[in-house]
């Protein structure tokens, strides 16, 4: 059995010497059933990689036995840290996960993994001469599989109202999958202030606004019907996380040093 160390609520296993060249980053609250199959089936995925990489599971207010489960994968198999957050909100467990990895390329992943893992492969690759690459389930070539009509609808419709006052040209800002260079993972999750589900239009804004290029991602995605996302609930909310990113942006409260240059201002 290995040992754990606690470092500032952080419980991880020994980490390798060299640098890792990827990071995945799984933001969890209450996923006790789900997590276990998505650790194995990562873990099988990375094991295949000549490539270092870590897998840093946050858990923020978890309330079940989601931080046992993953403690035991991680003595069961190399490579996995948890890291245990009381604040509830997706948000602020993805700037955690982010500004506490090490890849040179980070991997945001759903606890559901409702992507093959195999299509990450795809995400390495779209990162060549991008900044961030965006998995999308709207653009051309993508696949969705086994979702209620009104969700897909309830999405577009959020979207529309994304693209009207936040993010333009991104067909897809909340899939949860979503790669960044080292460089602009440290830039844009340091400025990130929103904690909630709309923190993904914040990430995509500031990507925008300091010049970072940007792909989308077509990917197959599969529905899972125990969704974290409330659709009532959770939807009011990201709107009002949505005007209040274009408020701080009319404010100027976002800011950085050293933003690429303005001619990588892109989406592609």
């Known amino acids: ?52 990489s870590e897998l840093i599971v946050v858990s923020n207010g978890s309330s079940d036995r989601t931080e046992d489960v993953v403690r035991q994968a991680a003595n069961d198999m190399h490579g996995i840290e948890l890291l245990v957050i009381q604040e509830r909100g997706k948000g602020i467990a993805a700037k955690t996960g982010v500004l506490a ?9 759903d606890a559901d993994l409702s992507m093959p893992p195999e299509m990450i ?14 998995g999308s389930r709207e653009a051309p070539g993508s696949r969705r599989f086994q979702e209620p009509w009104f969700r897909h609808l309830m999405g577009r419709v959020f979207n529309r109202f994304v693209q009207a ?3 333009k040209g991104v067909e897809d800002t909340q899939c949860g999958f979503k790669a960044f260079r080292r460089e602009a993972a440290n830039a844009l ?5 929103v904690k909630g ?21 077509p990917i197959d995605w599969y529905f899972d019907s125990d969704t974290r996302v409330r659709p009532a609930f959770d939807t009011l909310s990201m709107l009002r996380e949505v005007f209040l990113i274009r ?17 990588r201002h892109n989406v592609v």
């Open 121 to 134: 492969d795809e995400f390495l690759r779209a990162m060549e001469g991008a900044d961030a690459v965006v």
């Open 247 to 263: 408020v701080r942006g009319a404010r100027g409260t976002y800011e950085l040093r050293d933003a690429p240059s303005p001619d």
């Open 1 to 52: 059995m290995r040992r754990f160390t606690r470092l500032e609520g952080r419980i991880s296993t020994t980490r390798r010497q060299d640098q890792p060249h990827l990071s995945i980053v799984i933001p969890a609250h209450n996923e006790s059933a789900r997590i276990p199959s998505t650790l194995t089936r990562l873990h099988e995925y990375l094991s295949h990689k000549s490539f270092a």
């Open 101 to 109: 990895s090490k890849g040179e390329i980070v991997f945001l992943c």
């Open 189 to 193: 999750f340091s400025a990130q202030t």
């Open 197 to 217: 589900w709309g923190f993904d239009v914040e990430i995509l804004y500031l990507a925008h606004k300091f010049g970072y290029l940007v792909k989308e991602l």
């Open 165 to 167: 006052v936040a993010v």
